[in-house]
């Protein structure tokens, strides 16, 4: 089998330009099936930019883009519901697709807004409205998914949570993901490829190799390529009821 | 029947309403009201030029609207002026065009009021299929573009990532906009459309909590309107346009008694 069979979108070399100025240039990326992909960077550094050039949300971009599927699901980062539209949770969930009523509970459900399906989108907090928008983009089930900083303004446990969703979903749908986050904690755990964006791409690769980049470094400090580390060191080991630590 | 002046109307103003519904929900939502008034203007000119060459006036009116609202996209990608002043230039230059036509066309007779504020007599047999069939189609191809447009309403980036392709969807809701006005034009008058399609959208606003009940609230609200509007209009020989707006002003307010009474509800 062509293992190109399992990508799902593809940017060669991409790039978008806006009032003469560069937002992001040089992408190259590729998401396939089942896979997690994350863009992380600091603020102005073309994420979501990259997002919107993969999605094919901006149009006059420099290089390409190829797009192996229509089944997309997206959490973008920023919405605002106009409150001259009366529109509840349910009527939100079968926005760009019929739903049967089974999946849009499903999906309420994971997310755990299920209380809120007759709530008018106006009313919701910051915090449900952004489960709110997690689970409308996985009701379709899409094979592709891109996520925006889809747990913004979530509570702390809740946020754990739904990051452990994410990873779940993209293992039971096998679909892929593209992931902006700045949380580095989850990045480097959950992910396959991390790419770290500045305007361009500054380094790519595992989580592991990103970690010990010098650029990686220099953008995020000392302290964040240590992230990796704490978190391989929480996996070498283990600790009895006794309080002794035993090697794997 | 269809003899009788009156039930023309009423079976035209009827035929109107059920359009405007929706097509209104949607002007509220996107907030296309000064739009919908430039296309309306811009009929003025689309009705001489009916006269003159002997065309129907609905489709005159809706070849003119349309080349309007081309304009209008037109200059919104091609210049640097804002939005509503470019509604303002072609509004009124085009309603000013349209009355200096008017000037020259001294040898047919014509009624300035009945344009401008609709007339109940003028409205034909032909008038009435064209309503209907005509409103038919734009309510079909509506229901075609729904789920694109609406989606595109609530947030055009999700649309168009999700693959709906909103432009599309955008232009043809414009086209739909100019044929509602051209069919509805004999009834309401071309200076009071906007207003039939604002006013029942707008009560039904008030009392709707889901985009469904919004549409057919204002359906409901414009078919009242039109009933009550007419028979006032019969009964006091008012112009049949101002009657049918004032008519679904007074539904507005009774609507607001309803958010009133919601309000002391949460309290």
């Given at each position: 089998?062509?293992?190109?069979?399992?990508?799902?979108?593809?940017l060669?070399?991409?790039?978008?330009?806006?009032n003469n100025?560069?937002l992001?240039?040089?992408?190259?990326l590729?998401v396939k099936?089942g896979k997690?992909?994350t863009l992380?960077?600091?603020n102005?550094?073309?994420k979501?930019?990259?997002?919107k050039i993969a999605l094919?949300?901006?149009?006059?971009?420099?290089?390409?883009?190829?797009?192996?599927?229509?089944?997309?699901g997206?959490?973008?980062?920023?919405?605002?519901?106009?409150w001259?539209l009366?529109?509840?949770?349910h009527?939100?969930?079968?926005?760009?697709?019929?739903?049967?009523?089974?999946a849009?509970?499903?999906?309420?459900s994971?997310?755990?807004?299920?209380?809120?399906?007759?709530?008018?989108?106006?009313n919701?907090?910051?915090?449900?409205?952004?489960?709110?928008?997690?689970?409308?983009?996985?009701?379709?089930?899409?094979?592709?998914?891109?996520?925006d900083?889809?747990?913004q303004?979530?509570?702390?446990?809740?946020?754990?949570?739904?990051?452990?969703?994410?990873?779940?979903?993209?293992?039971?749908?096998?679909?892929?993901?593209?992931?902006?986050?700045?949380?580095?904690?989850?990045?480097m755990?959950?992910?396959?490829?991390?790419?770290?964006?500045?305007?361009?791409?500054?380094c790519s690769g595992t989580?592991?190799d990103?970690?010990?980049?010098?650029?990686?470094?220099?953008?995020?400090g000392?302290q964040?390529?240590?992230?990796?580390?704490?978190?391989e060191?929480?996996?070498?080991?283990?600790?009895?009821?006794?309080?002794?630590?035993?090697?794997? | 029947?269809l003899d009788?002046f009156f039930i023309?109307?009423?079976?035209?103003?009827?035929?109107?309403?059920?359009?405007?519904?929706?097509?209104?929900?949607?002007?509220?939502?996107r907030?296309?009201?000064?739009?919908?008034?430039?296309?309306?203007h811009?009929?003025?000119?689309g009705?001489?030029?009916?006269y003159t060459m002997?065309?129907?006036i609905?489709?005159s009116v809706?070849i003119?609207?349309?080349?309007i609202?081309?304009?209008?996209?037109?200059?919104?990608?091609?210049?640097?002026?804002?939005?509503?002043?470019?509604?303002?230039?072609?509004?009124h230059?085009?309603?000013?065009?349209?009355?200096v036509?008017?000037g020259?066309?001294?040898?047919?007779?014509?009624?300035?009021?009945?344009?401008?504020?609709?007339?109940?007599?003028?409205?034909?047999?032909?008038d009435?299929?064209?309503i209907?069939i005509?409103g038919?189609?734009?309510l079909l191809v509506?229901?075609?573009i729904?789920k694109p447009?609406?989606?595109?309403?609530v947030?055009?980036?999700l649309?168009?990532?999700?693959g709906?392709?909103?432009d599309r969807?955008?232009?043809?809701?414009?086209?739909?906009?100019?044929?509602?006005?051209?069919?509805?034009?004999k009834?309401?008058?071309?200076?009071?459309?906007t207003?039939?399609?604002i006013?029942?959208?707008?009560?039904?606003?008030?009392?709707?909590?889901?985009?469904?009940?919004m549409?057919?609230?204002?359906?409901?609200?414009?078919?009242?309107?039109?009933?009550?509007?007419l028979?006032?209009?019969?009964e006091f020989?008012t112009?049949?346009?101002p009657?049918?707006?004032?008519?679904?002003?007074?539904?507005?307010i009774?609507s607001?008694?309803?958010?009133?009474q919601?309000?002391k509800?949460?309290?």
């Amino acid at each position: 089998m062509n293992t190109n069979n399992n990508i799902l979108v593809k940017l060669k070399n991409a790039g978008f330009r806006q009032n003469n100025k560069w937002l992001v240039k040089g992408v190259s990326l590729e998401v396939k099936k089942g896979k997690i992909v994350t863009l992380i960077g600091p603020n102005g550094s073309g994420k979501s930019t990259t997002a919107k050039i993969a999605l094919g949300i901006y149009k006059t971009i420099d290089g390409e883009v190829e797009k192996y599927t229509s089944k997309i699901g997206y959490v973008p980062q920023k919405i605002s519901i106009d409150w001259t539209l009366p529109i509840r949770v349910h009527d939100f969930m079968v926005l760009t697709e019929n739903l049967s009523d089974e999946a849009i509970n499903e999906a309420l459900s994971l997310t755990g807004v299920i209380h809120l399906k007759n709530k008018n989108l106006g009313n919701l907090s910051g915090g449900e409205f952004q489960r709110v928008l997690l689970a409308r983009a996985i009701s379709k089930k899409p094979e592709l998914l891109v996520l925006d900083e889809p747990v913004q303004g979530v509570d702390f446990t809740g946020e754990i949570a739904l990051y452990e969703l994410i990873k779940k979903i993209s293992d039971t749908l096998d679909c892929g993901i593209l992931l902006i986050s700045h949380d580095l904690h989850t990045v480097m755990s959950a992910t396959d490829h991390v790419i770290c964006l500045n305007g361009h791409v500054c380094c790519s690769g595992t989580p592991i190799d990103v970690a010990k980049n010098n650029e990686y470094k220099a953008l995020f400090g000392e302290q964040a390529s240590q992230i990796l580390s704490r978190y391989e060191h929480r996996h070498d080991h283990v600790h009895t009821i006794e309080g002794e630590i035993k090697k794997n | 029947m269809l003899d009788d002046f009156f039930i023309r109307a009423l079976i035209a103003g009827l035929g109107v309403a059920i359009v405007t519904g929706p097509l209104g929900c949607f002007v509220v939502w996107r907030r296309l009201s000064y739009f919908g008034d430039t296309l309306a203007h811009s009929a003025l000119l689309g009705v001489t030029l009916a006269y003159t060459m002997e065309f129907n006036i609905a489709f005159s009116v809706f070849i003119i609207s349309s080349l309007i609202a081309l304009t209008l996209i037109q200059l919104q990608k091609r210049t640097n002026l804002p939005g509503d002043a470019l509604l303002g230039l072609l509004a009124h230059s085009s309603l000013a065009i349209g009355l200096v036509v008017i000037g020259f066309l001294s040898f047919i007779r014509f009624d300035i009021m009945g344009l401008l504020f609709g007339d109940i007599l003028a409205v034909t047999v032909e008038d009435l299929l064209i309503i209907w069939i005509g409103g038919a189609l734009i309510l079909l191809v509506l229901k075609l573009i729904w789920k694109p447009l609406f989606a595109s309403t609530v947030n055009y980036e999700l649309a168009e990532a999700e693959g709906l392709n909103p432009d599309r969807a955008k232009a043809i809701f414009t086209i739909l906009m100019a044929a509602i006005i051209a069919i509805s034009i004999k009834m309401v008058g071309l200076l009071l459309i906007t207003g039939m399609l604002i006013i029942p959208a707008a009560m039904a606003r008030n009392i709707s909590d889901s985009p469904i009940k919004m549409v057919t609230y204002s359906i409901i609200g414009g078919l009242l309107s039109v009933i009550i509007g007419l028979f006032t209009s019969l009964e006091f020989n008012t112009s049949s346009g101002p009657s049918i707006i004032a008519a679904s002003l007074f539904l507005f307010i009774l609507s607001l008694l309803n958010i009133k009474q919601s309000i002391k509800l949460k309290n």
